[in-house]
C-alpha cells in the first residue's frame, strides 16, 4: 500500500478501534464481536510494520511498552493516598452519620451522600499531564503502595483498552491544573478469570479476580498483562485538581470523568438518608452474584466536597466516606482442636484447628478464638461444627457453634492456667480479656518477637525464617533481635542445611538490613499497640534529630574471604542511631504523643511502657553498636518546622478550612490546642474569631492570618 493511503487507513483503523473500545469498556455495549476488534488492529499492525514512520504514541498497537528488568520502580504520589475505613452493619453507619455530626458541629439531620459499587481490584492511581495545546498525556500509572510510595506499573496498565492516552477535557476552564491524579481500581471480570484459569497449570491458578489482576498488573512483562483482559473503573481524583476545576460534588467528578471518556461505572445513586443506603445496599448484594466482576460491598461518600474538606481525614482514612461492606461469606468447618499461641507481647490467643475449608477464595485451616471470655460465649468445644467467616475478608473467626451437629462426648474447654511454651502462670490484667505470659525470658515470646523483627515489613532479612530462628535459639546463638547482627559464617554453617552459598545469602541479608527507614525500625521492635500505621505517624512526626552517621559496610562476604577476615569500607549515611532514639522516646510524656493526630492513649502508653524496660534499652544499645542506623522515611520530605510549637485556630479561614489548616501544622510538627494559653504560640485567626482572639491579645501569643500562614509552610 502507498504512504498516502496506508496514512489514511490507519487514521481511520485508529479512530474506529478507539470507538469500539469505548462502546465495549465504557458503555458496557457491544456493537461488534471481539474478533472484529482484533482483526482490525491486526490490520492496523500490518500497516506500521510496513510504514514505520505512521506509528504515533496514542495508536491501539502502542499500548504494550517494553518488559522491565528488575523489581518495579517505586516512585511518590503526588499526593498522598488513604484507605477507607470498613462498616458492616446499619448501626456502623448510624454511628459514623453521629461522627460527622460532631465534627462538623453543626445540626445535620442527615446527609447527601453518593453510593458507588465497592469493586474488589487494585487500587491504582493514573497521572496525566496538561499540554500546551489544552489537553492532557498519560504519564504513569501507580499501585496505592504505603500511601507515599507506590509501584510504577505503567507498563501493564496502558495495556487496558478502555483507558485513554489523551485527555481531551471540553468544559474545564483556565487555569489548568498541571496534573489530574485519578484514582480507579483494576479488575479482572469472572469469566476472563475462569478462561484465565482453565489455561494455567495446577498450583498456578487465581484464588479470585482480585488476585489475579494484582498478580497481572505487577508482570514485568506487559505481553503477559494484555493477554488477560483487564480493565479499570475510576471514582476519584487526588490534589486540588477537582477543586481548580470547579467541581463542587463527588457526582459532578463522576461526570466529569465520564465526559473525558475515563472508564467509570454508571451504576452510583444518591442517598438522602440511612433508610436509602440500607434500600441500596440490599439491592446491590441481591444483584452481586449476577455481575460481569467482584463486588463486595458499597461506598459512601459524602456528596459535597466542601463539606468533605471540613471533615477532612485521620491518619488512616477520610472522615467522609465509608466502605460498608457486605456480610463476610460464611461455612462451616469441625474444630479438631484448639491450641494456644504465645504471641511477641506475651498475649495468648486460643486458636481453633479446623478441617480444611475454602472461604473467600482461601483454603482455612486455622481460625481465631480471641480469648477465654470468647471461648466461653461461643462454648465452643473440640469435636463441635461451627460457622466461620473472614472478619473484614482477612481473618478467618469461628462466629458460632452448630450445637445440634454437637457430638456427645464433647467436654467445655478449659482455659489453661500456665504458658504452653514456658510453664509460667499465665496472668490477666485488670480490664483485659487476654490472659499473657509476663516471663519475658519465655521461648517462644522470644522466638515471635524475632521473628516479627526480620518480618517483610519491620527489618526484611531473607532467609531468617522460622525454622532457622529455632536453630539459633536452640544453640544459644542468638538470645534478641540484636544478636542476629553478631552472627558469623561459623556459626551458620554449623546449622543444618547451612552450605557456603546459604551462609553467605543470610549475610548479605543482614548487612544490608542495617540500613532501614526509621518507620519499619520502631515497628521492628514490636512495641505493642504500635502497628504500621502508628510506627510511621511517630517516624514522621516526633521531633527526630536527623545526623551524619559513619557506619561500617563490609565489601567481601564470600564465606571463605569471611574466615580469614574480610575488607570493610566506611560510609556516611543521614539517619539516627539507636541510642538516639532511645534518649528521645525516654523524654515524652503521654500528653505529647497523644497531641500527633492519629495516635491515642493506648497507642501512647505502649510505647511509654515499652520504652521504660530496661531490657529494651539495652536492646536499643546493642543495635546502636552493631552499627544499625535508621534513615528517614522513604517519601517523607515536609520540614518539620513547627516541632515543639502550639497553635490555636479561630474563627473561619479565606480559603483553606480549619481541618485543612490543623493537617498542615501537625505534618510539619505542630501542635493544636483548643485554647489559649501562655505556651501558645501561635493564634491563626479568621472570620469571626470569638475569644480565643481576646485570650490571645491578653497573653501576648503571636496572631497570624492565613496569608502568613500561607508563607510560612512554603
Request: charged content about 30%; proline content about 5%.
Amino acid at each position: 500500500m502507498e504512504r498516502a493511503k496506508a496514512k489514511e487507513r490507519a487514521e481511520q483503523l485508529r479512530k474506529e478501534i478507539w470507538r469500539l473500545n469505548r462502546v465495549y469498556f465504557i458503555e458496557d455495549r457491544s456493537e461488534v464481536s471481539e474478533d472484529v476488534r482484533d482483526a482490525l488492529k491486526q490490520e492496523l499492525i500490518g500497516i506500521e510494520k510496513e510504514h514505520p514512520d505512521l506509528v504515533t504514541p496514542d495508536s491501539p498497537t502502542q499500548r504494550v511498552g517494553a518488559p522491565l528488568d528488575g523489581r518495579l520502580p517505586k516512585v511518590n504520589h503526588l499526593s498522598p493516598k488513604e484507605s477507607l475505613q470498613d462498616a458492616f452493619t446499619k448501626e456502623e453507619i448510624e454511628e459514623w452519620f453521629d461522627q460527622m455530626r460532631r465534627a462538623l458541629g453543626k445540626d445535620h439531620a442527615t446527609f447527601d451522600i453518593l453510593s458507588e459499587l465497592k469493586i474488589d481490584g487494585l487500587n491504582i492511581t493514573l497521572v496525566y499531564e496538561f499540554e500546551k495545546d489544552g489537553t492532557y498525556t498519560f504519564k504513569r500509572a501507580v499501585t496505592r503502595g504505603n500511601g507515599i510510595q507506590g509501584e510504577d506499573v505503567s507498563h501493564t496498565v496502558k495495556t487496558i483498552g478502555a483507558l485513554p492516552l489523551k485527555l481531551f477535557p471540553k468544559k474545564a476552564k483556565a487555569p489548568f491544573p498541571k496534573f489530574l491524579e485519578i484514582t480507579g481500581e483494576v479488575y479482572m471480570p469472572k469469566a476472563s478469570l475462569a478462561k484465565l484459569n482453565r489455561a494455567l497449570p495446577e498450583g498456578e491458578k487465581f484464588a479470585n479476580p482480585r488476585n489475579a489482576a494484582a498478580g497481572s498488573v505487577r508482570q514485568l512483562d506487559p505481553l503477559i498483562a494484555a493477554s488477560r483482559d483487564l480493565h479499570i473503573f475510576c471514582y476519584g481524583m487526588g490534589g486540588d485538581a477537582a477543586t481548580k476545576l470547579g467541581i463542587k460534588t463527588q457526582k459532578e467528578l463522576m461526570e466529569f470523568l465520564h465526559e473525558i471518556e475515563i472508564p467509570t461505572h454508571r451504576g452510583w445513586k444518591p442517598a438522602h438518608s440511612i433508610a436509602e443506603i440500607e434500600k441500596i445496599y440490599k439491592e446491590a448484594e441481591k444483584k452481586r452474584d449476577t455481575l460481569p466482576f467482584d463486588i463486595d460491598g458499597l461506598v459512601l461518600k459524602v456528596n459535597d466536597r466542601a463539606m468533605q474538606r471540613d471533615l477532612g481525614s485521620t491518619a488512616k482514612a477520610p472522615r467522609w466516606a465509608r466502605a460498608y461492606k457486605f456480610p463476610a461469606e460464611q461455612k462451616t468447618a469441625r474444630v479438631e482442636d484448639i491450641r494456644l499461641q504465645v504471641g511477641r507481647t506475651g498475649a495468648i490467643t486460643p486458636v481453633a484447628i479446623l478441617t480444611p475449608t475454602l472461604i473467600a477464595g482461601t483454603t482455612v485451616t486455622r481460625a481465631t478464638l480471641h480469648n477465654e471470655d470468647e471461648i466461653a460465649r461461643l462454648d465452643v468445644r473440640i469435636g463441635d461444627t461451627v460457622v466461620i467467616r473472614k472478619a473484614g475478608d482477612i481473618i478467618p473467626e469461628v462466629l458460632e457453634v452448630l450445637t445440634n451437629l454437637r457430638p456427645r462426648a464433647t467436654k467445655p474447654f478449659h482455659f489453661p492456667k500456665h504458658c504452653p511454651s514456658c510453664g509460667t502462670t499465665l496472668v490477666r490484667p485488670e480490664g483485659e480479656a487476654v490472659h499473657r505470659c509476663p516471663n519475658a525470658q519465655c521461648s517462644a515470646v522470644r522466638h515471635e518477637r524475632i521473628e516479627h523483627f526480620v518480618s517483610r515489613y519491620a527489618f526484611n532479612i531473607e532467609g531468617l525464617g522460622r525454622e532457622t530462628i529455632e536453630e539459633l535459639l536452640a544453640e544459644e546463638l542468638i538470645t534478641d533481635p540484636a544478636d542476629i547482627f553478631t552472627l558469623t559464617p561459623e556459626d551458620f554453617l554449623q546449622l543444618p542445611l547451612f552450605k557456603e552459598k546459604k551462609t553467605e545469602n543470610v549475610l548479605r541479608s543482614i548487612e544490608r538490613a542495617k540500613r532501614l527507614p526509621l518507620d519499619r525500625f520502631l515497628f521492628a521492635l514490636g512495641i505493642r499497640h504500635v502497628g504500621r500505621e502508628t510506627a510511621d505517624i511517630f517516624a514522621r512526626r516526633l521531633p527526630w534529630k536527623l545526623r551524619s552517621l559513619t557506619v561500617t559496610e563490609r565489601d567481601d562476604l564470600a564465606v571463605q574471604a569471611s574466615l580469614f577476615g574480610h575488607s570493610e569500607k566506611k560510609i556516611t549515611v543521614k539517619g539516627v542511631a539507636p541510642a538516639d532514639i532511645k534518649d528521645l522516646l525516654l523524654t515524652f510524656k503521654m500528653e505529647e504523643l497523644t497531641a500527633l493526630d492519629g495516635v491515642g492513649e493506648v497507642n501512647a502508653e505502649g510505647i511509654l511502657e515499652w520504652i521504660a524496660d530496661d531490657d529494651h534499652q539495652e536492646l536499643l544499645d546493642k543495635l546502636d553498636r552493631a552499627g544499625v542506623v535508621a534513615l528517614q522515611p522513604e517519601g517523607s520530605h515536609t520540614p518539620q518546622i513547627f516541632a515543639g510549637k502550639t497553635f490555636v485556630l479561630t474563627g473561619t479561614l479565606p480559603t483553606i478550612s480549619r481541618e485543612e489548616a490543623r493537617s498542615a501544622i501537625k505534618a510539619r510538627g505542630g501542635k493544636v490546642s483548643g485554647s489559649v494559653s501562655k505556651k501558645t504560640n501561635y493564634v491563626l485567626a479568621g472570620a469571626d474569631p470569638g475569644t480565643k482572639l481576646d485570650d490571645a491579645k491578653k497573653h501576648g501569643v503571636n496572631i497570624i492570618d492565613e496569608s502568613e500562614f500561607r508563607r510560612m509552610i512554603k
